[in-house]
């Protein structure tokens, strides 16, 4: 197992929760004919779903903070409400520092267009300057692996290429806040190898990981503190072995 | 424990903690802090213009010049149907240049608000995945339009040279409030259709016939003068009121005035047939395009608003 790094005694918050709700609601039909015909009662036909309920959590610099949970617990909610992509329906959340998302690789890829120019497109909806990104052009096509066809439209890639490009975009931010859910086991080994260690690279360099994983080896391995969420509560907060144990009790209740 | 983890965190520690929008902000400052980050991401909006054209014409082997069969079909159309058969012609001088002067301001319009409607839509994959600004899709659907309306515009001053017209005199400056009216206009709408379509996706159709509907509320095929001279809408009746009141409709007489109106070959037969030159566009064409200019302002200014609202909830909706 590798060795922990140590983290800075004063470290600032780089996130920091109060009071974090979310709440879907979920209707259950659409069409203006059954919207008619149930007018009034409309309340009856909407569900609510409270995924994620009063959360107030406080992340570090330089923290990996695994997030575990069953299915369905507000694990990839909560990433997406870290990441500014969902908005929460009650409650603050405040963070600072540049973010990046390992949400889902190659999101933003256009198929028609060549790797190249992907590349320049993707890093700047990730925030990249154009600046920014010609001084990682090549940086990203090494990591990537890709070579010659770089020149290619991506929707010929195969789609071990496709991802390892976009994890080359992604990681090539240099985020503050790494936000990852679920997509480390992409390529083959030796990728994944090559990925592990640029997350163990950004860890050294202070950057702070939220990472949602099924895989307790993957957490053991990585995280120096696990949260636990149950149906959007957080029933653990802490380090990485007790939390461990306490998903399995609540598996097994 | 590493240098590097010790200045970010001291860079970090230097940084204020910034509250990521819980509900749609104070209505102005909620604004400035908007156009600042759209500014910031300007960079991105190029590439996504530049995207949505080139996704336009992918794989035809004419690629762009299609942005100019299309209206020069119209034109040909319109011209020999209405102008030859149904005789329009014969009350409006140099009838090709007053259609394809009409056709390419509403082409502007009408491709504003069927390309940006769908926009929030079709990158749905971002939207569930990244944050960004989310306005960037429409404002691209916008930016690809005006390009649009540039190479269309390029065309007809080729033809007014080819029938004879200078093509610059005072009356040219209508061309830039007409351009600025439909820009305005079209950029709010995008915005409020584009985000509705999200929660409704009946406004993808509604446009598709609105549009179809609009194309006949505004003077492009036939002439100003045929309305204000009729007897059902004709100069004094509500129902001519209320034609004036659409910012398009001043728009697309405003551009004609820019373009058409001005011609030599066009004073010239109109004053053969005795039609006095104002009868073309309304008396007070000024002050309602400074009017439709202020309005559409403010119209822009709530549309955004109503799209901050709405767009928390994207993510989730599509």
């Known amino acids: ?253 | 424990m590493t240098d590097i983890a010790r200045q970010r965190a001291e860079r970090l520690a230097a940084q204020p903690l910034i509250t990521l929008a819980s509900g749609p902000g104070g209505f102005f400052r909620g604004t400035i802090n908007d156009l600042r980050e759209l500014w910031k991401r300007r960079e991105l909006q190029g590439i996504l213009v530049r995207r949505e054209l080139k996704n336009r014409y992918k794989d035809s082997a004419l690629g762009f010049l299609w942005t100019l069969i299309k209206p020069i079909t119209m034109l040909l159309v319109y011209y020999f149907a209405l102008g030859q058969i149904l005789g329009a012609s014969r009350n409006t001088p140099e009838y090709a240049i007053f259609v394809f002067a009409g056709l390419t301001i509403w082409g502007l319009y009408a491709d504003i608000l069927t390309s940006s409607t769908m926009s929030i839509l079709q990158n749905a994959a971002l939207i569930k995945k990244v944050y960004m600004p989310r306005e960037v899709f429409p404002l691209a659907s916008v930016g690809s339009a005006l390009l649009n309306f540039c190479i269309q515009f390029g065309v007809l001053l080729v033809a007014m040279i080819v029938f004879g017209q200078v093509p610059v005199n005072w009356d040219s400056l209508y061309i830039i409030p007409a351009v600025l009216v439909v820009a305005i206009f079209g950029t709010a709408l995008a915005l409020v259709l584009s985000a509705l379509n999200v929660y409704l996706r009946d406004v993808q159709y509604l446009v598709d016939v609105m549009v179809v509907l609009l194309f006949w509320a505004s003077p492009v095929v036939y002439a100003f003068r045929s309305v204000a001279g009729s007897d059902a809408a004709g100069v004094g009746t509500w129902l001519y009121q209320l034609y004036l009141l659409n910012p398009i409709t001043i728009a697309v007489v405003a551009f004609q005035r820019g373009t058409w109106l001005h011609g030599h070959g066009v004073e010239t037969s109109l004053a053969k047939s005795h039609i006095p030159l104002s009868h073309n566009y309304p008396a007070d064409l000024d002050l309602r395009l400074i009017i439709a200019i202020v309005v559409g302002l403010v119209f822009l200014w709530f549309a955004h608003r109503l799209f901050t609202r709405l767009q928390g909830n994207f993510a989730q909706e599509i």
């Open chain 1, 1 to 253: 197992m590798a060795a922990k790094i140590p983290v800075l005694k004063d470290a600032p918050l780089v996130i920091r929760m109060a009071g974090l709700s979310k709440r879907f609601v979920i209707r259950k039909e659409k069409s203006l004919k059954e919207r008619i015909v149930n007018f009034g009662r409309s309340n009856k036909h909407k569900d609510d779903f409270l995924a994620l309920h009063d959360l107030n959590l406080e992340i570090h610099a330089g923290q990996t903070v695994g997030l575990i949970g069953h299915n369905g617990s507000g694990k990839s909610t909560l990433l997406k409400v870290i990441g500014g992509i969902i908005r929460p329906t009650t409650g603050v959340i405040q963070r600072r520092g540049q973010i990046a998302a390992l949400l889902e690789l190659g999101a933003g890829f256009h198929p028609d267009l060549t790797g190249r120019e992907n590349i320049f497109m993707n890093g700047s909806i990730l925030g990249l300057t154009r600046k920014q990104l010609a001084g990682k052009f090549d940086e990203i096509v090494e990591f990537s692996g890709i070579g010659e066809f770089i020149e290619t439209q991506v929707k010929f890639y195969s789609s071990g290429m496709y991802v390892r490009l976009a994890f080359a975009i992604a990681v090539s931010v240099d985020p503050d806040i790494l936000l990852v859910d679920e997509v480390l086991a992409v390529g083959d080994e030796a990728f994944q190898q090559k990925c592990m260690n640029k997350i163990r690279q950004f860890q050294q360099e202070g950057c702070t990981i939220v990472l949602v994983s099924h895989s307790a080896e993957q957490i053991r391995e990585m995280c120096d503190r696990v949260i636990v969420l149950d149906h959007g509560n957080v029933i653990f907060d802490g380090n990485t072995e007790n939390g461990l144990s306490a998903l399995s009790t609540s598996f097994e209740e």
